[in-house]
């Protein structure tokens, strides 16, 4: 397996711009995090997914961030508009509901807002 | 609110020795506790899982040991390599939830 895939790895983007990321977790997994990791805060779960259902957004800084997942092999995190304090590295995580909650994280994307 | 901490912050050893990180929660209703390892502009790499029934894993040179009841975990490196630098992070899941919480980790740096 290629494991948890996220794209892009890099972005760059204008205070006001639309930023979306983009994340496909490892086949067969039931469960899908999105984590920020920042140097102030650490790393913390923004939103958690089981079988494609929202369970628990209470990680989400604010309405400007908004998390989708269509179907079991996509998701993506959209901020809009962003702002400089969005700046962070962004990674997703999944794994399989019901077992040993091991969970395997994407390499991130690391969003710079100017 | 389960929260986790790790100490040091940074340790610099010499390569060769044993190393112990330490990480503790002050929660001890866990399912698990994951220990990973974060190098430089990279991602996580899983490293042990213990569960919460379990005292202890064991994968090469590296063993974590889990005290559920005092809330501490030690992740001990054998014969550390200067390969072995990077962060390394302390993660629990709670009972209840899913999500990991994590520690600030602990920057490790082995000197040739």
């Known amino acids: 397996d290629a494991g948890v895939i996220q794209s892009p790895r890099h972005e760059v983007t204008e205070m006001g711009q639309e930023v979306t990321l983009r994340c496909k977790p490892i086949?067969?997994?039931?469960?899908l995090f999105w984590y920020r990791q920042t140097m102030m805060r650490g790393l913390e779960l923004l939103i958690y997914?089981?079988?494609?259902?929202?369970?628990?957004d209470s990680g989400m800084p604010e309405d400007r961030f908004s998390a989708k997942m269509p179907n079991a092999s996509f998701s993506t995190l959209k901020i809009q508009p962003s702002e400089p304090r969005d700046s962070a590295v962004y990674f997703c995580?999944?794994?399989?509901?019901?077992?040993?909650?091991?969970?395997?994280f994407g390499p991130g994307t690391r969003l710079t807002v100017t | 609110k389960q929260e986790v901490t790790q100490i040091p912050a940074a340790l610099s050893v010499p390569e060769g020795e044993n190393l112990v990180l330490n990480c503790s929660f002050t929660?001890?209703?866990?399912?698990?506790l994951q220990w990973f390892r974060q190098d430089p502009g990279k991602g996580l790499t899983s490293l042990l899982l213990i569960q919460s029934s379990q005292r202890e894993q064991t994968s090469g040179r590296l063993n974590a040991s889990l005290d559920k009841s005092s809330g501490r975990s030690t992740l001990y490196i054998a014969a550390s390599q200067p390969g072995d630098s990077a962060t390394y992070l302390c993660?629990?899941?709670?009972?209840?939830?899913?999500?990991?919480?994590f520690g600030q980790g602990t920057r490790l740096t082995i000197n040739p």
């Open positions: 086949s067969g997994h039931n469960s």
């Open positions: 929660d001890s209703a866990i399912y698990n």
């Open positions: 997914f089981n079988n494609n259902v929202p369970i628990d």
């Open positions: 993660a629990v899941t709670p009972q209840g939830a899913q999500k990991l919480v």
């Open positions: 995580a999944s794994s399989f509901w019901l077992s040993s909650y091991e969970q395997y």
